[in-house]
């Protein structure tokens, strides 16, 4: 893992209280649907591929959706995302396995669960589609992305810069995501992505996450190679299903 004392407050706690969890007793087997699959489908049917995420709060944002999550994953599928992605970190974003695991069996889209996943045992929590790496917290990226396919998950490594790209691909990774958000200081730039995807392979599929809120941001992102777009608090606030559909079609 890379030096803590480079990131955020809030991120370093995160990982402390990720690195306290008990891992479950029994290893998961997975019987998952294609994530970076439902991406292209869309794509292939004239729509923005959207990752909508089901994220109660979080130390970025103000407030707190106290919707049953359920319905919120409900309406996002009905304004037409194509996959959904559920926080199950329950210290700073009130996410829990539980919640994933009622969103899994209500939708009919592959769900990412996203965490801070630091070793093989934490995959165990709860059946997913995909599951997020972050390369940055990694010491082994390549172990962690064959124990999550070992499990049936597809696995989504995260990165931020090209040094990190180049990670993942030795990884293995086919399934990319860049991070605009600097996990050092928590800002974004769209720029990031911008910067990062001419380098990676066209078999990758990429996906773009953070600071995604409008059809003209969606359409930058998919302009520069983007396969997909993962959004949260876009989609999380007003009108879950019309915040969606804008996306969806920009």
């Given at each position: 893992m ?11 706690s ?16 997975v ?9 292209a489908a ?8 959207v990752?909508a995420?089901v994220k ?10 106290t919707d ?9 599928v ?9 926080l ?6 009130g996410g ?13 889209v592959p769900v ?7 070793e093989?045992a934490?995959l165990?929590?709860?059946?997913a ?7 940055r917290f ?26 990190e790209l180049?990670?993942?691909l030795?990884a293995g ?6 991070n ?5 200081s928590l800002?974004?730039d769209?720029?990031?992505?911008e910067r990062v ?6 078999d990758?599929t990429?996906v773009a996450?953070s ?9 930058r992102m ?11 608090s876009a989609?999380?606030?007003?009108e879950?299903?019309?915040q969606?559909?804008e996306?969806?079609?920009?």
């Amino acid at each position: 893992m890379n030096a803590t004392d480079e990131l955020a407050p809030a991120v370093r706690s995160i990982l402390t209280a990720a690195a306290r969890r008990t891992p479950p007793d029994e290893r998961v087997d997975v019987d998952a649907q294609s994530f970076s699959g439902a991406l292209a489908a869309a794509d292939a049917d004239g729509r923005v591929p959207v990752v909508a995420e089901v994220k109660p709060t979080s130390p970025t944002t103000e407030g707190e959706r106290t919707d049953d999550p359920v319905e919120l994953a409900e309406e996002m599928v009905a304004g037409g995302a194509s996959a959904l992605s559920v926080l199950t970190e329950p210290e700073h974003f009130g996410g829990s396995p539980e919640t994933l695991r009622r969103v899994r069996e209500a939708v009919d889209v592959p769900v990412l669960r996203k965490d801070f996943l630091l070793e093989p045992a934490h995959l165990d929590a709860v059946e997913a589609d995909a599951v997020l790496l972050i390369v940055r917290f990694l010491d082994d990226v390549e172990g962690m992305v064959t124990a999550a396919r070992e499990r049936g998950f597809e696995p989504l490594v995260e990165v931020h810069d090209e040094g990190e790209l180049e990670t993942a691909l030795e990884a293995g990774a086919t399934l990319v995501g860049v991070n605009n958000r600097d996990l050092a200081s928590l800002t974004v730039d769209l720029g990031t992505f911008e910067r990062v995807a001419p380098a990676v392979p066209d078999d990758v599929t990429l996906v773009a996450e953070s600071g995604i809120s409008t059809p003209a941001e969606a359409r930058r992102m998919r302009e520069a190679g983007a396969d997909g777009l993962l959004v949260g608090s876009a989609v999380m606030k007003g009108e879950t299903r019309e915040q969606t559909e804008e996306l969806v079609n920009a």
